[in-house]
């Protein structure tokens, strides 16, 4: 048999916050261990004439704070598992032990494996103090944080936030770069030093974006921000989206939102598709933003029709993504190895054919034109279509094939535009040269759909410059003949 763990709570920091059976445990221990020194109880443990030891040293030899935990925790197990069964060793933690102490949880788990008999006897925890000097009710919706691991997803406006273990300015900065995703700069915090202690504690409130320049952060500080109900605040967060879309489609909500269906707003996501791609063509990110937001609205409403009908919801969707993204990439969430973007690649079509296999599919059986979508534009869908020949070694050698064979469906169209061959004839020609010329893009390395897009917006240019001169004198394009449009072509061809 192992000896007798248990974990004692020496609360926020105020001895005479500790109750008498903690006291008593303490003097009829084996031996004691604390996390740290580093605490305002030590003093009466002195004063106690209490032996103890720990664990500080524990914190120099690691570099992040899980494997210092796991460090104690390890150590503390050696110990209970060597010592005799009518021994009581003792690990005192600041605080609460179930507050905000992982090496309490790592016991939790692996006591019983080891057959150590594990009691937890509570202390005043942090929040304690912090009920009381901060002044609000944990009832009106309250959550606490752990500063090295808080991210912006977690915070919720509508509760009062607690965030412990902001041991330094460092900390405090990532804090407030984290709550400043969803808080204006100059919302006002409070930073709790030491609370409770007599002589020690401050409170000090400071605009959010003075957080990391206030003084004296230790193992003794915390973060609070109030809770509000001012609405601008959620109107950041996803959660407020989808409720405005489900209002939306409500009874009580918008009739033309109400009456539409996928098909009827089909065309919308294909509009707003081309809207986003008309701001990154023109490197405009304040529309570029806007018009996001438009594309997202789609998939917020298609979402939600399906969300009404019981089939799935938007957060469906998004753990969709999310599981995709993770499975599509052991190179970065698992033991796979990428050294390039071609390796990735080569990963992601792999993780592809696997997840095929896994919903009964059999990848080599299947097309190697399988995946592409069937309404994709045509110069993009044939752009990915040689794109998946040229994986099975359907293609040429060099692009010198492919100059020849634009040639050859060149000459072909010729020949059916001299020939007076029927119309559907020569535009079959014409799709097989356009088909060739997307061929081409790929040898270059180059998205054909984007290569004719610059060409459209520089003729765009280009013949605004020949509207512009004309207008200048005086002259409509009606009023020009073929000639001096074609002149100033070429001037504008050196001007823009």
Not at 16 to 37: E, P
Request: hydrophobic fraction near 40%; aromatic fraction near 8%.
């Amino acid at each position: 048999m192992s000896a007798v763990l248990k974990v004692v709570g020496l609360g926020s920091g105020n001895p005479d916050r500790l109750t008498m059976g903690i006291v008593k445990t303490l003097q009829q221990a084996s031996q004691i261990y604390v996390r740290t020194k580093e605490h305002p109880v030590m003093s009466m443990l002195e004063e106690l004439k209490l032996e103890v030891s720990s664990f500080d040293h524990i914190y120099e030899a690691h570099d992040s704070f899980p494997e210092v935990y796991a460090s104690i925790a390890e150590r503390l197990l050696e110990l209970a598992s060597a010592a005799d069964e009518q021994s009581v060793i003792v690990y005192a933690v600041p605080g609460h032990p179930m507050v905000a102490e992982s090496t309490v949880q790592l016991l939790r788990e692996h006591c019983p494996q080891k057959g150590i008999s594990l009691e937890i006897l509570g202390g005043e925890s942090f929040l304690d103090e912090a009920f009381i000097r901060l002044g609000f009710d944990p009832i009106e919706g309250f959550q606490l944080l752990d500063s090295t691991g808080i991210r912006s997803s977690m915070l919720q406006p509508q509760l009062h936030t607690v965030i412990g273990q902001v041991y330094d300015e460092f900390t405090a900065s990532e804090v407030k770069l984290c709550l400043m995703e969803l808080y204006p700069d100059d919302y006002q915090v409070v930073v709790g030093h030491a609370l409770g202690v007599e002589g020690e504690e401050q409170v000090l409130q400071v605009p959010l974006y003075e957080l990391d320049r206030a003084l004296g952060y230790g193992n003794l500080s915390l973060v609070y921000v109030p809770r509000s109900d001012d609405e601008s605040l959620r109107q950041r967060t996803f959660a407020r989206l989808h409720e405005i879309v489900g209002i939306l489609r409500s009874p009580e909500g918008c009739p033309w939102d109400r009456e539409q269906t996928h098909a009827s707003i089909r065309k919308n996501l294909i509009e707003e598709t081309y809207e986003v791609l008309e701001t990154i063509d023109d490197d405009d990110p304040e529309h570029m933003q806007e018009e996001l937001g438009d594309l997202l609205l789609q998939i917020m409403l298609h979402s939600q029709m399906e969300e009404e009908e019981g089939t799935f919801s938007v957060f469906d969707v998004i753990q969709g993504l999310n599981d995709k993204l993770i499975f599509r990439h052991p190179h970065v969430f698992g033991e796979n190895k990428a050294k390039d973007a071609e390796a990735a690649l080569q990963n992601w079509d792999a993780m592809k054919a696997e997840e095929k296999r896994r919903k009964g599919i059999e990848p080599e059986k299947a097309s190697a034109l399988d995946g592409i979508p069937r309404d994709l534009p045509a110069l993009m869908k044939a752009y990915k279509l040689q794109k998946k020949a040229s994986k099975v070694g359907f293609d040429w050698d060099s692009i010198e094939g492919v100059f020849d064979k634009i040639e050859e469906e060149l000459g072909e169209l010729r020949q059916a535009v001299a020939e007076g061959q029927s119309v559907d004839e020569q535009v079959g020609e014409l799709g097989d040269l356009l088909f060739a010329a997307a061929n081409a893009a790929r040898f270059l390395d180059a998205d054909p759909e984007e290569a004719l897009s610059r060409t459209n917006r520089k003729f765009v240019s280009r013949f605004r410059y020949i509207e512009d001169v004309l207008h200048a004198e005086g002259k409509t394009l009606q009023e020009a003949s073929l000639d001096e449009m074609e002149e100033i072509w070429q001037r504008a061809k050196n001007e823009v």
